[in-house]
């Protein structure tokens, strides 16, 4: 019968149509309207078992981020001695592919021989890539890479060009987004601590 | 005053974007009025590739000199009010790309921005960070106080042409000073 | 002095042939095939193609030596990669000189070199005599001087390698625009003057467009033809791609596409970066791919380095590659749903699997499109604790049932079998004569696969089957991708179950990577055709020269073919056929 490959589809999207609903009431049953829209739902609803409305209402609802995802790169602030673990040692600047790392190594003002730390570290954020690269490669566990997207500015100029203030947030927050990142530095840690003592 | 509270209430309920994806980050735009993240909440789900039924151009990939006498055509054909929002590294400064040849490092070098979305490429969740810093934005914003609105608007930016190199006419000084150097 | 590599077995089998037809043209090249005398080209082309069965020509372009190498003097040199139905490629060199001798053009013998041959005179200058068409594809006409060659300066130079010595130790921070004299990206020749001037880069696009003859007299009115342009903005053409057609009617009497809207100097880039630093960077070429670049450049720079990936790494490797293949199969029906006119709602079908698959990326990459996750000799990180349970779940369960639904959303559909059945029908010889791969060959009735024909990775290992079907239109381009996604699926659930437990890099992570001196061609199936990356390397940490053969540059080179004759409107159907990223086409 002509029509009836335009009915097979229609009865496809018919299909999906009906099923939003279904799981909404589903959702609804189980405890009210707030129900619909709790963490557990969005979960579910996201996952390969939903079946209903796949939408994520952003700004209320947020999906929850991955521990590898990348956004821009970001200083660990030691808290023991009040500064970024960074060395200076300038391997994030060689392997970053756009070149968007500047980094000015410290002099020592007493020997004025070049000093573990560095003078200014700048990332210019317009023009990463959001690759890695630099946080993978950092022999001293200083950069890693940050979860934080939400980020626009109004003008260009100054707003993208972050300098160590801007870039630098403390040890807990790199726990807290990066947690099997985390213990693992910290089990190396211990290991290389307990060596050292012996 | 009242009336421009009206006049920017309704607004943010209904900003049309104009389609003009140009490379990656056109995907995370298309994802951003796709299903999960979905851009009909926000009122914004008539994207259309004409620009005179659109308000806002969201530049999102890198301008290229070949294409950039088409993308100041596009913003010069969007009728007022219009709104640019430059998403993603290469709309901001030419990105990863901007020691290209071809590369315009920025497409604040062609046409006025108002949002700037870093991000390579941002995520979609980033870009309606970015609509709400605009509508935020918007409530700032008095009548008079609007650039199509004051004496000499713009006629227009002169669109570049294909030379040797992009000519961008607004350089035309500068070029022949540079040569007499 | 680089050692003498030795040829391998179908380059000495041909070198042999050939020296005994035709003697004093042939002698073996620098690494790798043979170098051809030009005067001799057009000839032993013909012999290739017809007596030893080269009839597919993959990839031409050129390398610039300003400098003699070992047995070479100074040259530019054209470059071309021809493959027989199985095994790898016979690569052939010609030199030519700068501003200077040519080469004889190969589009009369393989029209696949057309566009390749544009392209290497647009970035090298090599003039290919006897061409049809020989204009710049990628630039513009009127641009001052050839990109790629190695004297050519960017406005934007810093230096000829990355890293630059301003970012570290003294790296003060100095956007690239205060560098410049213009403070911006553009550089113009010393003589040089806007006033006066007017752009002439759109008077040889419709100049292609002007032979056409006056309308023929219909009862009672007189018709002409018009040009008119789809894109670089349209909402089909997925990408900036510009189509210049002449219009009898509504009848497409000639179509040309203008690309190089996106040309973002990939290759030029390339040179500069070292080779690790290449890696994201092939991620943004098929931007909805990035895991198959990868694997391309990673496989390529592997048979360079020889290094031999681990058996967990190999396993992971491939999982990837489907769940991308299977991704972008479904967001090429998706959109070409979209282009037709179901508008959204089979695009945000497809768009809603695609998102559980890019969760997956995400987990295991760190990012959803620009994966960066493989590295020379396996891949970057290991997969995290819940990929394994979420992958088995999408690929034993919820993509099959989705694939069937969409499946049955459109096969049966009498709008859609009207406008897809019988539309842009593409010959099997065509096909190869044109250089065309992946589901678009395969359409067409040619079963090559790069992963049967020159198995890389452990492909071999798997069971499944090349999909192939006869008729060449619109309609099997899409029947190939639906049964591709099947056996993709089909090889992903013997990989997720044997994958094994191990190291997923040969050796300690490395950012200096020093690749030996050759060059090497290296392909991998991309799910749109053979990505294949030639990398010519001369001992040091950047590449010399980086080229990347991509599978939509080719296939794009038919669509003028195929769409003679048809509708506006079918030439929307047959572009999404195509499935061409512009990332890629332009790179």
Request: aromatic content about 10%; proline content about 6%; charged content about 25%.
């Given at each position: 019968m002509v029509g009836w490959g335009i009915l097979k589809s229609l009865s496809v999207t018919l299909g999906r149509f009906v099923m939003t609903y279904v799981d909404d009431l589903k959702w609804f049953f189980k405890g009210g309207f707030g129900k619909r829209y709790s963490p557990a739902a969005l979960a579910v609803r996201q996952s390969p078992k939903g079946r209903g409305i796949f939408t994520v209402q952003y700004p209320k609802e947020r999906l929850?981020?991955?521990?590898?995802?990348?956004?821009?790169?970001?200083?660990?602030?030691?808290?023991?001695?009040?500064?970024?673990?960074?060395?200076?040692c300038g391997t994030c600047a060689r392997v970053c592919p756009p070149q968007c790392i500047w980094i000015v190594r410290a002099t020592n003002p007493k020997t004025g021989r070049p000093a573990r730390e560095p003078a200014e570290f700048h990332v210019d954020v317009s023009i990463c890539m959001s690759c890695g690269l630099c946080a993978e490669f950092c022999p001293a566990d200083a950069l890693k890479m940050d979860h934080a997207y939400e980020i626009t500015a109004d003008q260009r100029d100054g707003a993208f060009l972050w300098g160590l203030e801007r870039l630098a947030k403390p040890l807990a927050y790199h726990a807290e987004i990066h947690p099997t990142d985390y213990a693992a530095e910290q089990a190396a840690r211990e290991r290389k601590g307990a060596r050292k003592k012996k | 005053m009242p009336w421009e509270r009206l006049y920017n209430w309704s607004r943010k309920r209904s900003l049309w974007p104009l389609f003009s994806g140009l490379a990656c980050c056109a995907i995370e735009m298309i994802c951003a009025a796709a299903a999960r993240f979905d851009q009909a909440r926000f009122g914004m789900d008539i994207v259309r590739p004409s620009p005179r039924q659109a308000d806002l151009m969201i530049v999102s990939g890198t301008v290229t000199k070949k294409m950039a006498p088409q993308i100041v055509r596009l913003y010069n054909q969007m009728a007022e009010p219009k709104y640019v929002i430059a998403m993603g590294a290469c709309a901001i400064s030419g990105g990863p790309f901007k020691e290209g040849y071809n590369v315009v490092s920025g497409v604040d070098q062609l046409i006025p921005v108002d949002v700037y979305v870093p991000g390579c490429p941002p995520r979609p969740e980033a870009l309606y960070n970015a609509f709400l810093a605009l509508h935020a934005r918007w409530d700032r914003e008095t009548i008079r106080g609007l650039r199509w609105y004051q004496k000499g608007a713009d006629e227009g930016i002169p669109e570049p042409a294909l030379g040797p190199d992009l000519v961008d006419w607004r350089l035309a000084d500068k070029i022949a000073q540079k040569r007499s150097e | 002095m680089p050692e003498q590599v030795q040829p391998s077995q179908q380059t000495a089998g041909a070198l042999s042939t050939l020296e005994a037809r035709f003697p004093g043209a042939v002698q073996p090249a620098e690494y790798e095939g043979l170098v051809i005398a030009p005067d001799r080209l057009v000839e032993v082309a013909t012999c290739l193609r017809d007596e030893l069965g080269y009839t597919y020509l993959s990839c031409v372009t050129g390398v610039d030596y300003p400098a003699p190498t070992a047995r070479?003097?100074?040259?530019?040199?054209?470059?071309?990669h021809l493959f027989r139905a199985t095994g790898g490629p016979l690569t052939l060199h010609v030199h030519a000189e700068r501003d200077g001798l040519g080469v004889p053009s190969l589009a009369g013998v393989w029209p696949a070199a057309n566009v390749h041959e544009r392209e290497t005179w647009d970035m090298l200058g090599i003039r290919f005599e006897g061409h049809p068409d020989l204009r710049r594809i990628l630039l513009w006409e009127g641009f001052a001087g050839h990109p790629l060659r190695k004297d050519w300066h960017e406005p934007y130079y810093e230096a000829d390698h990355k890293p630059f010595a301003s970012r570290y130790p003294k790296g003060h921070p100095l956007r690239a625009e205060e560098r410049t004299p213009l403070s911006c990206n553009l550089q113009y020749p010393p003589d040089w003057s806007p006033e006066g001037w007017e752009s002439e880069a759109e008077?040889?696009?419709?100049?292609?467009?002007?032979?056409?003859?006056?309308?023929?007299?219909?009862?009672?009115?007189?018709?002409?033809?018009?040009?008119?342009?789809?894109?670089?903005?349209?909402?089909?053409?997925?990408?900036?791609?510009?189509?210049?057609?002449?219009?009898?009617?509504?009848?497409?009497?000639?179509?040309?596409?203008?690309?190089?809207?996106?040309?973002?100097?990939?290759?030029?880039?390339?040179?500069?970066?070292?080779?690790?630093?290449?890696?994201?960077?092939?991620?943004?070429?098929?931007?909805?791919?990035?895991?198959?670049?990868?694997?391309?450049?990673?496989?390529?720079?592997?048979?360079?380095?020889?290094?031999?990936?681990?058996?967990?790494?190999?396993?992971?490797?491939?999982?990837?590659?489907?769940?991308?293949?299977?991704?972008?199969?479904?967001?090429?029906?998706?959109?070409?749903?979209?282009?037709?006119?179901?508008?959204?709602?089979?695009?945000?079908?497809?768009?809603?699997?695609?998102?559980?698959?890019?969760?997956?990326?995400?987990?295991?990459?760190?990012?959803?499109?620009?994966?960066?996750?493989?590295?020379?000799?396996?891949?970057?990180?290991?997969?995290?604790?819940?990929?394994?349970?979420?992958?088995?779940?999408?690929?034993?369960?919820?993509?099959?049932?989705?694939?069937?639904?969409?499946?049955?959303?459109?096969?049966?559909?009498?709008?859609?079998?009207?406008?897809?059945?019988?539309?842009?029908?593409?010959?099997?010889?065509?096909?190869?004569?044109?250089?065309?791969?992946?589901?678009?060959?395969?359409?067409?009735?040619?079963?090559?696969?790069?992963?049967r024909v020159e198995p890389y990775s452990i492909y071999d290992t798997f069971d499944w089957d090349v999909v192939v079907r006869y008729n060449g239109d619109v309609y099997d381009r899409f029947m190939v991708r639906f049964e591709e996604m099947r056996q993709s699926l089909r090889v992903l659930r013997q990989a997720l179950e044997r994958l094994p437990d191990g190291p997923i890099l040969a050796g300690k992570k490395q950012a200096d990577v020093k690749v030996p001196a050759g060059e090497v061609y290296g392909r991998v199936e991309s799910p749109k055709g053979e990505l294949g990356f030639y990398l010519v390397s001369n001992g040091g940490t950047n590449p010399y020269r980086y080229r990347i053969r991509t599978p939509s540059f080719a296939n794009l080179g038919v669509l003028g073919e195929l769409c003679r004759g048809h509708l506006v409107a079918d030439v929307v159907a047959i572009l999404a056929s195509i499935d061409v990223t512009l990332g890629e086409v332009d790179r």
């Open positions: 929850p981020l991955p521990e590898n995802y990348r956004t821009f790169p970001f200083q660990v602030l030691d808290p023991q001695t009040g500064k970024t673990r960074c060395t200076a | - | 070479f003097p100074a040259r530019l040199e054209a470059v071309y008077v040889p696009v419709y100049a292609r467009m002007d032979e056409y003859a006056a309308g023929d007299w219909r009862s009672m009115r007189t018709t002409d033809q018009i040009v008119i342009n789809l894109g670089p903005q349209h909402p089909s053409t997925h990408g900036i791609l510009r189509l210049v057609a002449r219009l009898d009617g509504e009848t497409i009497q000639q179509l040309e596409p203008v690309l190089g809207y996106l040309h973002r100097c990939h290759e030029k880039i390339g040179e500069r970066n070292t080779w690790l630093g290449n890696v994201p960077y092939t991620d943004r070429l098929d931007y909805v791919c990035s895991m198959s670049n990868n694997f391309g450049y990673a496989t390529a720079v592997e048979k360079l380095l020889g290094v031999e990936v681990p058996e967990r790494a190999e396993y992971i490797r491939v999982i990837m590659a489907e769940l991308t293949r299977v991704m972008n199969h479904l967001v090429a029906i998706g959109f070409f749903t979209n282009d037709i006119g179901v508008y959204l709602t089979a695009m945000l079908y497809a768009l809603q699997e695609r998102e559980l698959i890019v969760d997956l990326f995400e987990m295991a990459s760190g990012s959803r499109m620009m994966c960066n996750y493989f590295r020379f000799g396996g891949v970057a990180r290991d997969l995290p604790e819940g990929f394994l349970p979420l992958a088995k779940e999408l690929v034993y369960e919820r993509i099959p049932r989705r694939v069937d639904e969409l499946e049955r959303f459109l096969v049966d559909n009498e709008v859609f079998r009207a406008r897809t059945i019988g539309v842009g029908v593409l010959p099997p010889a065509k096909a190869i004569a044109y250089g065309c791969t992946g589901p678009l060959l395969r359409a067409s009735g040619v079963p090559y696969d790069v992963r």
